[in-house]
């Protein structure tokens, strides 16, 4: 297995009958939920599926597992997902895919939240490889991206796959990708959070206390 096979397979530990799983978004999140579905099938188990997007949901779809929507449900027993970085703090930074609305909510009303990944994702401070991204109300965008501005060092508006618009996500928003000079992440965070216009972001902090990684074959866990 390489190492984001492995890590999806080591989550599969954490996956008990009776329960609701979140589905995350991306390359080693799409791993686990083949590897899921695999095994519900070889065990017989009953599991319900909520998805942190529209391509998890798809995947969710292709694979047969019994699907329920976001609307339906106040808490779920596990969501597994990737990450963009993971710090040995458990500070986490996602949202390279549309749906950070979705995935916060995920990762809070779950009573486990175990982030997956291969060594590429550990960083000594976030920021570090990726821009935050940042959900933005397109009604007043450039208001917004205005106010972000004044604490970020480097800050634009994402761009869509053809680069001739900019970017929707599923709620029809705007995401900014901001690059900031920052001392406390914590207080970043909370100044963010509280810019008029901003949805969400992809700062998880506080959120998982497992972190499952592989590195040249080698599984390890961070805990918190
Ligand atoms: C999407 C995410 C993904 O989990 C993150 O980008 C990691 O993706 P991959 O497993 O393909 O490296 O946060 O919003």
Redesign the pocket.
Same mark, same amino acid.
């Given at each position: 297995m390489n190492d984001?096979e492995l890590v999806a397979h080591a989550a599969l530990e954490y996956v008990k009958d009776n329960s609701i799983i979140g589905l995350?978004?991306?390359?080693?999140?799409?791993i686990f939920i083949e590897m899921l579905a695999e095994k519900i099938r070889s065990r017989s188990l009953d599991i319900s599926v909520v998805a942190?997007?529209v391509s998890s949901q798809q995947k969710a779809h292709d694979a047969g597992l019994k699907y329920i929507s976001l609307d339906q449900i106040t808490e779920i027993d596990l969501y597994v997902? &990737?990450? !963009?970085e993971i710090t040995n703090n458990l500070e986490i930074?996602?949202?390279? &895919?549309? !749906?950070?609305i979705r995935?916060k909510l995920l990762a809070k009303i779950s009573k486990q939240f175990i982030v997956?990944?291969?060594n590429s994702?550990i960083v000594s401070k976030i920021g570090q490889n990726y821009p935050i991204?940042i959900e933005i109300t397109p009604i007043a965008w450039k208001i917004t991206k205005n106010l972000i501005e004044k604490i970020a060092k480097k800050c634009i508006v994402r761009g869509n796959m053809e680069k001739n618009a900019f970017a929707i996500t599923s709620y029809g928003n705007f995401v900014l990708d901001c690059e900031f000079l920052y001392t406390d992440l914590n207080i970043l965070e909370k100044e963010i959070a509280n810019t008029p216009g901003v949805f969400e972001h992809?700062l998880f902090l506080n959120m998982s206390k497992l972190a499952i990684i592989a590195n040249s074959g080698e599984v390890k866990k961070i805990t918190n």
């Open positions: 984001k995350g978004t991306g390359s080693t999140a799409n942190s997007s997902d &990737g990450a !963009d930074l996602k949202g390279r &895919g549309f !749906d950070l995935e997956i990944g291969d994702k991204p992809g």
